[in-house]
């Protein structure tokens, strides 16, 4: 079954337009989501008045003055007018929550073609005010005063985990170093810097230890940035690009207290993935790559075996036999991942989307994966408590 199947209705990505992630100071979160947004009704071969409603994913949490954005989107043609649009916010999940939206207005016949959009602006924030912003997603540090933030919330997953199944020696370093080789090929990554494994393996002053095990190339960069996509019904024969299509979508939610979570098992993510891919009928081994949450490279190593590309304990396996490699049997994050893409909150979720969808449209560039069929996408909120999962596949 996939999710024609189930619900009767085939549902695509039929365009997409995406800025750069980086400190982009000089320009607003207005251009931002405008920049995108237009580029992605553009790439779908519509006009701006086909759009039925528009979705933005933003977790702003006091980052930016305007908390009031959802209208912003109108600002790319006055065709929009009356349009609903709505902004969700579910922390790093926000614009995977934004995507799910519009994906149930499309399956509930409220809309044949829907804007989702990604947005976020940081970079021009203290870091105290970023890290304060952060940490509202945290059960209990929200309002507190923390010095390592949500760096100090996954170090102590980094901890838990090599209490559970020993050292973690170098593996942390492998995951950055893939991720930083991987952001070289993407045009619009925060980060385009080569590192090798050992240097991400080494407390160094230019490598400090920021929390726990955690170094420096262990984090996600602070970033700006957009990305948007075209979901519809009734793709039109003008877009730029194949279609891709929507084929299984999961969302789970974990306990807010972390005392009824276990740190190490991501539950709520492998919830998410059983839902996601057993709507879309497919196994792990159906797919051809994946792009998912490593906000920090501890992340991407417990989502390797929440997937069941290794056995719990032993995620090194998947970096030591190639598989999550480019050239390996199931890729992860060749866009860099938020690692070396960047993580502008409220657009990672988008972005993950429109990354696979260029995969499997053919259009990745220098990022392409020959052949690539079948992607896909995992995006979370907070430290694996919002979970979303999308199955993609090309037409």
Known sequence: MTLAQTFGTDIVISGWGHTRFGPLRDQSLEDLVVT?????????????????????????????????????ALQISDDLFGVPATRVENACASGSAAVHGGIKSLLAGTARTVLVIGAEKMSHAPAEQVGAALLGADYELAGQESRTGFAGLFARVAEAYQQRYGDLGDVLGQIAAKNHRNGLANPWAHLHKELTPEFC????????????????????????????????????????????????????NDFLPSDKRDPVEFAGSAAAWNRAKGM?????????????????????LVMYEVLGIAPRGKGRVALDEGTVFRGGSLPVNLSGGLKSKGHPVGATGVSQHVMAAMQLSGTAGDMQLPGARRAAVHNMGGLAVANYVSVLEAT
Do not use: M, Y
């Open 201 to 252: 393996a080494t407390t160094s002053p230019k490598n400090p230890v920021v929390a726990g095990p955690l170094r420096r190339t262990d984090c996600s960069p602070v970033s700006d940035g957009a990305a948007a996509l075209v979901l519809t019904t009734s793709p039109s024969g003008s877009a730029t690009q194949s279609p891709v299509r929507l084929i299984g979508f999961g969302q789970a």
């Open 280 to 300: 879309a009928g497919v196994e792990l081994g159906d797919l051809d790559l994946i792009e998912l949450h490593d906000c920090f490279t501890i992340a991407e």
């Open 36 to 72: 995108a947004a237009r580029d992605a009704i553009t790439a779908a071969g519509i006009g701006a008045g086909d759009v039925d409603e528009i979705w933005l994913g933003q977790f702003n949490s006091g980052l930016w003055p305007l908390a009031f954005a959802s209208s912003l």
